[in-house]
Protein backbone atom coordinates (compact mmCIF):
# COMPACT_ATOMS: atom_id res chain seq x y z
CA UNK A 1 0.00 0.00 0.00
CA UNK A 2 1.13 3.33 -0.65
CA UNK A 3 0.22 6.91 -1.19
CA UNK A 4 1.64 9.28 -4.19
CA UNK A 5 1.49 13.35 -3.43
CA UNK A 6 -2.05 14.59 -4.41
CA UNK A 7 -3.56 11.67 -5.84
CA UNK A 8 -4.84 8.98 -3.10
CA UNK A 9 -4.07 6.20 -1.08
CA UNK A 10 -3.55 2.48 -3.03
CA UNK A 11 -3.80 -0.66 -2.19
CA UNK A 12 -2.20 -3.30 -4.14
CA UNK A 13 -4.19 -6.60 -3.63
CA UNK A 14 -4.29 -9.84 -5.35
CA UNK A 15 -6.32 -10.58 -8.54
CA UNK A 16 -8.83 -13.25 -8.05
CA UNK A 17 -8.94 -13.88 -12.09
CA UNK A 18 -11.20 -17.06 -12.00
CA UNK A 19 -13.61 -14.70 -10.45
CA UNK A 20 -16.27 -15.95 -7.02
CA UNK A 21 -17.87 -18.45 -6.13
CA UNK A 22 -21.30 -16.63 -6.79
CA UNK A 23 -20.17 -16.86 -10.65
CA UNK A 24 -19.43 -19.77 -10.84
CA UNK A 25 -22.55 -21.72 -10.19
CA UNK A 26 -24.59 -19.29 -11.90
CA UNK A 27 -22.62 -20.59 -14.66
CA UNK A 28 -22.37 -24.17 -13.84
CA UNK A 29 -25.49 -24.23 -12.08
CA UNK A 30 -24.14 -26.45 -9.32
CA UNK A 31 -20.73 -28.12 -8.16
CA UNK A 32 -20.41 -31.98 -8.00
CA UNK A 33 -19.29 -33.49 -4.61
CA UNK A 34 -15.77 -33.15 -5.03
CA UNK A 35 -15.66 -29.84 -6.09
CA UNK A 36 -17.66 -28.98 -3.37
CA UNK A 37 -15.53 -30.56 -0.78
CA UNK A 38 -12.32 -28.73 -2.48
CA UNK A 39 -14.51 -25.33 -1.73
CA UNK A 40 -15.51 -25.09 1.15
CA UNK A 41 -12.57 -27.26 2.87
CA UNK A 42 -10.50 -24.43 1.62
CA UNK A 43 -13.13 -21.46 2.89
CA UNK A 44 -13.01 -24.10 6.29
CA UNK A 45 -9.34 -23.45 6.87
CA UNK A 46 -9.76 -20.14 5.85
CA UNK A 47 -12.42 -19.39 8.69
CA UNK A 48 -10.89 -21.25 11.42
CA UNK A 49 -7.88 -19.28 10.76
CA UNK A 50 -9.73 -15.98 11.20
CA UNK A 51 -11.38 -17.54 14.44
CA UNK A 52 -8.06 -18.35 16.14
CA UNK A 53 -6.96 -14.82 15.78
CA UNK A 54 -10.81 -14.17 17.77
CA UNK A 55 -12.59 -12.54 15.03
CA UNK A 56 -15.53 -13.63 12.99
CA UNK A 57 -16.26 -13.26 9.73
CA UNK A 58 -19.56 -12.34 9.64
CA UNK A 59 -20.37 -12.04 5.68
CA UNK A 60 -19.65 -15.62 4.28
CA UNK A 61 -21.67 -15.90 0.89
CA UNK A 62 -20.47 -16.94 -2.25
CA UNK A 63 -19.65 -13.60 -3.53
CA UNK A 64 -16.91 -13.22 -1.06
CA UNK A 65 -15.22 -16.34 -1.91
CA UNK A 66 -12.79 -15.61 -4.35
CA UNK A 67 -10.92 -18.06 -6.89
CA UNK A 68 -7.39 -17.24 -7.92
CA UNK A 69 -5.55 -18.02 -10.91
CA UNK A 70 -4.11 -21.51 -9.30
CA UNK A 71 -7.39 -22.17 -8.67
CA UNK A 72 -7.72 -21.85 -4.58
CA UNK A 73 -10.28 -20.30 -3.55
CA UNK A 74 -9.43 -17.30 -0.33
CA UNK A 75 -12.40 -15.09 1.47
CA UNK A 76 -12.68 -11.19 0.25
CA UNK A 77 -13.87 -8.46 2.02
CA UNK A 78 -13.48 -8.35 5.24
CA UNK A 79 -15.73 -5.15 5.67
CA UNK A 80 -18.10 -7.38 8.10
CA UNK A 81 -15.26 -9.09 10.37
CA UNK A 82 -15.67 -8.23 14.40
CA UNK A 83 -13.87 -9.06 17.55
CA UNK A 84 -15.10 -11.50 20.08
CA UNK A 85 -12.51 -12.65 21.85
CA UNK A 86 -11.28 -10.35 24.87
CA UNK A 87 -7.81 -10.51 23.67
CA UNK A 88 -9.01 -9.65 19.83
CA UNK A 89 -11.27 -6.83 21.12
CA UNK A 90 -8.04 -5.58 23.23
CA UNK A 91 -5.77 -5.83 20.33
CA UNK A 92 -8.20 -3.86 18.56
CA UNK A 93 -8.86 -1.29 20.52
CA UNK A 94 -4.77 -1.14 20.98
CA UNK A 95 -4.44 -0.75 17.18
CA UNK A 96 -7.04 2.03 16.68
CA UNK A 97 -4.26 4.29 18.55
CA UNK A 98 -2.75 3.92 15.73
CA UNK A 99 -3.31 6.23 11.91
CA UNK A 100 -2.83 3.74 10.20
CA UNK A 101 -3.92 6.14 7.15
CA UNK A 102 -1.79 8.67 8.62
CA UNK A 103 0.97 6.41 8.58
CA UNK A 104 1.00 5.27 5.35
CA UNK A 105 1.14 9.29 4.46
CA UNK A 106 4.10 9.46 6.93
CA UNK A 107 6.05 7.10 4.73
CA UNK A 108 6.03 4.57 8.19
CA UNK A 109 6.62 1.75 5.09
CA UNK A 110 9.63 3.65 3.67
CA UNK A 111 11.08 2.78 7.02
CA UNK A 112 9.90 -0.78 7.63
CA UNK A 113 11.76 -0.87 4.15
CA UNK A 114 14.60 -0.20 5.20
CA UNK A 115 14.87 -2.03 7.89
CA UNK A 116 14.35 -4.79 6.32
CA UNK A 117 17.02 -4.19 3.48
CA UNK A 118 19.29 -2.09 5.58
CA UNK A 119 19.15 0.93 2.62
CA UNK A 120 15.88 2.30 1.24
CA UNK A 121 15.58 2.10 -2.41
CA UNK A 122 13.58 6.10 -2.28
CA UNK A 123 16.90 7.35 -0.65
CA UNK A 124 16.78 9.63 -3.89
CA UNK A 125 12.70 10.10 -4.01
CA UNK A 126 10.82 13.33 -2.82
CA UNK A 127 10.35 13.66 0.80
CA UNK A 128 7.26 12.78 1.96
CA UNK A 129 7.00 15.09 4.74
CA UNK A 130 8.05 17.83 2.86
CA UNK A 131 5.35 16.88 -0.20
CA UNK A 132 1.99 17.13 1.80
CA UNK A 133 3.25 20.46 4.19
CA UNK A 134 0.83 22.47 2.29
CA UNK A 135 -2.28 19.65 2.74
CA UNK A 136 -5.22 21.41 3.70
CA UNK A 137 -7.58 20.63 6.62
CA UNK A 138 -10.30 18.82 4.76
CA UNK A 139 -7.05 16.56 2.92
CA UNK A 140 -5.80 16.03 6.23
CA UNK A 141 -10.03 14.93 7.95
CA UNK A 142 -9.58 12.63 4.77
CA UNK A 143 -6.25 10.84 5.84
CA UNK A 144 -7.63 10.44 9.14
CA UNK A 145 -5.54 12.88 11.24
CA UNK A 146 -8.63 13.73 13.12
CA UNK A 147 -10.42 10.69 13.91
CA UNK A 148 -13.45 10.73 16.59
CA UNK A 149 -11.82 7.49 18.67
CA UNK A 150 -15.09 7.69 20.60
CA UNK A 151 -17.51 7.02 18.19
CA UNK A 152 -15.71 4.67 16.84
CA UNK A 153 -15.75 2.39 20.00
CA UNK A 154 -19.26 2.94 20.53
CA UNK A 155 -20.37 2.35 16.61
CA UNK A 156 -22.02 -0.85 17.55
CA UNK A 157 -23.21 -1.63 13.94
CA UNK A 158 -22.94 -4.94 12.35
CA UNK A 159 -22.82 -5.70 8.27
CA UNK A 160 -24.00 -8.78 6.68
CA UNK A 161 -26.60 -10.50 4.29
CA UNK A 162 -30.11 -11.39 5.24
CA UNK A 163 -29.61 -14.51 3.17
CA UNK A 164 -26.88 -16.24 5.33
CA UNK A 165 -27.56 -14.87 8.69
CA UNK A 166 -28.29 -17.26 11.29
CA UNK A 167 -31.36 -16.96 13.27
CA UNK A 168 -29.56 -15.46 16.43
CA UNK A 169 -28.66 -12.68 14.46
CA UNK A 170 -32.23 -11.89 11.98
CA UNK A 171 -33.49 -11.91 15.93
CA UNK A 172 -31.00 -8.79 17.20
CA UNK A 173 -28.23 -10.57 18.19
CA UNK A 174 -24.51 -10.15 17.28
CA UNK A 175 -22.53 -12.51 15.01
CA UNK A 176 -20.24 -15.07 17.09
CA UNK A 177 -18.04 -17.98 15.67
CA UNK A 178 -21.43 -19.84 15.17
CA UNK A 179 -22.74 -17.37 12.66
CA UNK A 180 -19.75 -18.23 10.47
CA UNK A 181 -20.97 -21.93 10.80
CA UNK A 182 -24.38 -21.49 9.94
CA UNK A 183 -23.48 -19.35 7.01
CA UNK A 184 -21.06 -22.57 5.62
CA UNK A 185 -24.03 -24.52 5.84
CA UNK A 186 -25.89 -22.17 3.70
CA UNK A 187 -22.80 -22.20 1.25
CA UNK A 188 -22.52 -25.85 1.35
CA UNK A 189 -26.27 -26.27 0.03
CA UNK A 190 -25.74 -23.83 -2.87
CA UNK A 191 -23.16 -25.72 -4.19
CA UNK A 192 -24.80 -28.58 -4.27
CA UNK A 193 -28.29 -27.50 -4.76
CA UNK A 194 -27.48 -24.52 -7.10
CA UNK A 195 -29.74 -21.89 -5.14
CA UNK A 196 -28.94 -20.79 -1.26
CA UNK A 197 -31.07 -22.36 1.36
CA UNK A 198 -33.46 -19.91 2.73
CA UNK A 199 -33.87 -17.36 0.12
CA UNK A 200 -37.17 -15.99 -0.95
CA UNK A 201 -38.84 -13.36 -2.88
CA UNK A 202 -38.75 -10.42 -0.70
CA UNK A 203 -36.82 -9.68 2.57
CA UNK A 204 -39.57 -10.27 4.71
CA UNK A 205 -39.95 -13.82 3.72
CA UNK A 206 -36.74 -14.45 4.30
CA UNK A 207 -36.50 -13.41 7.50
CA UNK A 208 -39.56 -15.26 8.57
CA UNK A 209 -37.74 -18.30 6.34
CA UNK A 210 -34.83 -18.01 8.64
CA UNK A 211 -36.49 -17.08 12.23
CA UNK A 212 -38.94 -20.34 11.69
CA UNK A 213 -36.54 -22.15 10.40
CA UNK A 214 -36.48 -26.36 11.73
CA UNK A 215 -34.74 -28.93 9.63
CA UNK A 216 -36.31 -32.30 9.88
CA UNK A 217 -34.38 -34.97 11.98
CA UNK A 218 -34.19 -37.28 8.76
CA UNK A 219 -35.61 -35.12 5.90
CA UNK A 220 -34.50 -37.38 3.01
CA UNK A 221 -37.83 -37.03 0.94
CA UNK A 222 -37.62 -36.68 -2.99
CA UNK A 223 -40.60 -34.62 -2.61
CA UNK A 224 -38.95 -31.69 -4.23
CA UNK A 225 -41.22 -28.93 -1.64
CA UNK A 226 -38.41 -30.92 0.92
CA UNK A 227 -35.60 -28.82 2.29
CA UNK A 228 -33.05 -31.42 0.38
CA UNK A 229 -35.52 -31.60 -2.76
CA UNK A 230 -34.62 -34.58 -4.61
CA UNK A 231 -32.14 -36.02 -1.88
CA UNK A 232 -30.10 -37.61 -4.93
CA UNK A 233 -28.14 -34.52 -5.49
CA UNK A 234 -27.19 -34.89 -1.95
CA UNK A 235 -24.48 -37.58 -0.66
CA UNK A 236 -25.79 -38.88 3.02
CA UNK A 237 -22.51 -37.35 4.91
CA UNK A 238 -23.23 -34.00 3.57
CA UNK A 239 -26.94 -33.65 4.37
CA UNK A 240 -25.80 -35.01 7.96
CA UNK A 241 -23.19 -31.98 7.95
CA UNK A 242 -25.66 -29.24 6.43
CA UNK A 243 -28.07 -30.20 9.28
CA UNK A 244 -25.30 -29.58 11.89
CA UNK A 245 -24.44 -26.26 10.37
CA UNK A 246 -27.77 -25.46 10.08
CA UNK A 247 -28.80 -25.98 14.06
CA UNK A 248 -31.19 -23.72 15.30
CA UNK A 249 -29.17 -23.21 18.20
CA UNK A 250 -26.21 -21.67 18.17
CA UNK A 251 -24.19 -23.10 21.28
CA UNK A 252 -24.65 -26.54 19.53
CA UNK A 253 -23.29 -26.05 15.98
CA UNK A 254 -19.69 -27.18 15.42
CA UNK A 255 -16.73 -25.47 15.04
CA UNK A 256 -14.42 -25.00 11.91
CA UNK A 257 -11.83 -28.39 13.65
CA UNK A 258 -15.40 -30.47 13.89
CA UNK A 259 -16.37 -29.13 10.69
CA UNK A 260 -13.10 -30.45 9.10
CA UNK A 261 -13.18 -34.11 11.10
CA UNK A 262 -16.71 -34.85 9.67
CA UNK A 263 -17.38 -38.02 7.76
CA UNK A 264 -18.06 -35.61 4.66
CA UNK A 265 -14.39 -33.97 4.03
CA UNK A 266 -13.63 -37.98 4.98
CA UNK A 267 -10.21 -38.20 3.22
CA UNK A 268 -9.45 -34.75 2.78
CA UNK A 269 -6.29 -33.11 4.39
CA UNK A 270 -8.73 -30.25 5.08
CA UNK A 271 -5.45 -27.60 6.62
CA UNK A 272 -2.94 -28.48 3.89
CA UNK A 273 -5.20 -28.12 0.83
CA UNK A 274 -3.86 -24.96 0.14
CA UNK A 275 -0.58 -26.51 -0.17
CA UNK A 276 -1.22 -29.43 -2.74
CA UNK A 277 -2.20 -28.15 -6.54
CA UNK A 278 -6.07 -27.33 -6.74
CA UNK A 279 -9.09 -29.68 -7.56
CA UNK A 280 -10.86 -28.81 -10.99
CA UNK A 281 -14.15 -27.92 -10.16
CA UNK A 282 -16.57 -29.88 -11.93
CA UNK A 283 -20.34 -28.91 -13.00
CA UNK A 284 -22.81 -31.14 -10.43
CA UNK A 285 -26.11 -32.64 -10.95
CA UNK A 286 -28.09 -29.45 -11.13
CA UNK A 287 -28.42 -27.62 -14.58
CA UNK A 288 -27.82 -23.66 -15.00
CA UNK A 289 -30.94 -21.85 -14.52
CA UNK A 290 -32.18 -20.36 -17.91
CA UNK A 291 -35.15 -18.20 -16.32
CA UNK A 292 -38.60 -18.83 -15.29
CA UNK A 293 -39.16 -18.99 -11.73
CA UNK A 294 -35.64 -20.21 -10.89
CA UNK A 295 -34.42 -16.64 -11.77
CA UNK A 296 -34.50 -15.42 -7.89
CA UNK A 297 -32.11 -17.69 -6.87
CA UNK A 298 -29.74 -16.14 -9.19
CA UNK A 299 -29.79 -12.80 -8.00
CA UNK A 300 -26.27 -11.65 -6.51
CA UNK A 301 -26.85 -10.91 -2.63
CA UNK A 302 -25.68 -7.97 -1.36
CA UNK A 303 -24.48 -7.04 2.26
CA UNK A 304 -26.08 -4.07 5.01
CA UNK A 305 -24.86 -2.77 7.49
CA UNK A 306 -27.90 -2.59 10.51
CA UNK A 307 -27.83 -1.73 13.98
CA UNK A 308 -29.83 -3.33 16.40
CA UNK A 309 -32.92 -1.90 18.06
CA UNK A 310 -35.43 -3.26 20.76
CA UNK A 311 -38.36 -4.05 19.41
CA UNK A 312 -41.11 -6.85 19.94
CA UNK A 313 -43.00 -8.85 16.98
CA UNK A 314 -44.97 -12.11 16.89
CA UNK A 315 -43.28 -14.96 14.77
CA UNK A 316 -45.98 -17.31 15.53
CA UNK A 317 -45.10 -20.88 16.81
CA UNK A 318 -41.47 -21.33 16.81
CA UNK A 319 -39.69 -23.69 18.84
CA UNK A 320 -37.06 -21.09 20.59
CA UNK A 321 -35.18 -21.70 23.73
CA UNK A 322 -36.49 -17.84 25.09
CA UNK A 323 -40.05 -19.17 24.54
CA UNK A 324 -41.76 -20.06 27.75
CA UNK A 325 -44.30 -22.47 26.14
CA UNK A 326 -43.13 -24.06 23.43
CA UNK A 327 -45.06 -24.74 20.69
CA UNK A 328 -47.80 -21.94 21.33
CA UNK A 329 -47.69 -18.47 19.80
CA UNK A 330 -45.28 -15.81 21.69
CA UNK A 331 -43.98 -12.49 21.26
CA UNK A 332 -39.90 -12.97 20.55
CA UNK A 333 -37.95 -10.65 21.60
CA UNK A 334 -36.47 -9.12 18.53
CA UNK A 335 -33.87 -5.60 17.95
CA UNK A 336 -34.95 -4.78 14.22
CA UNK A 337 -31.90 -3.72 11.48
CA UNK A 338 -31.65 -0.28 10.57
CA UNK A 339 -29.58 0.23 7.65
CA UNK A 340 -26.33 2.57 8.53
CA UNK A 341 -26.25 5.94 7.14
CA UNK A 342 -29.07 5.71 4.64
CA UNK A 343 -31.64 5.06 7.68
CA UNK A 344 -34.41 4.80 5.11
CA UNK A 345 -36.21 1.91 6.44
CA UNK A 346 -36.09 -0.79 9.50
CA UNK A 347 -35.04 -4.35 9.20
CA UNK A 348 -39.21 -4.85 10.10
CA UNK A 349 -41.67 -6.67 7.95
CA UNK A 350 -43.64 -3.86 5.18
CA UNK A 351 -46.94 -3.98 7.37
CA UNK A 352 -44.43 -2.41 10.27
CA UNK A 353 -42.76 -0.20 8.22
CA UNK A 354 -45.91 1.16 6.82
CA UNK A 355 -47.40 1.54 10.51
CA UNK A 356 -44.12 3.45 11.57
CA UNK A 357 -43.96 5.68 8.82
CA UNK A 358 -40.95 6.72 7.13
CA UNK A 359 -37.86 7.49 9.63
CA UNK A 360 -35.28 9.69 8.27
CA UNK A 361 -31.78 10.54 9.35
CA UNK A 362 -32.33 12.13 13.05
Avoid at 92 to 117: C, P, Y
Avoid at 138 to 143: H, I, N, S, V
Avoid at 223 to 245: A, N, P, V
Avoid at 300 to 322: C, H, M, N
Wanted: net charge negative; glycine share 8%; charged share 30%.
Amino acid sequence: SFRFRHTGAYLVLEYASRGDLYDLIRQKGSLDLESTKFVNGEVVAALHSIHEMGFVFADLKPENVLITESGHVKLGDFGACRAVTKEAKTILKQAKTINVIQNLRDGDWRESASKKTGASQFDDEINLHEAFEDDSAEEKAMLGEEIDSDDEEDDERIEGTLAYLPPEVVGGGYPTFSADAWALGCVLYQCIAGRPPLLDDTDDLTRTKIVTFQIQPHDESEDETSFFGKSKKFSKDSMSLIRRLLCREGLKRPDMVSIAQDAFFEGVEVFTLYKRPAHTLCVGSVAPSVGGADNKWTRRQFSSIWAPQPQEYTLGSVDIKTSSRLGHEYLAKNRPIQEGLECDAFFLPSSMIRSLGHIGES
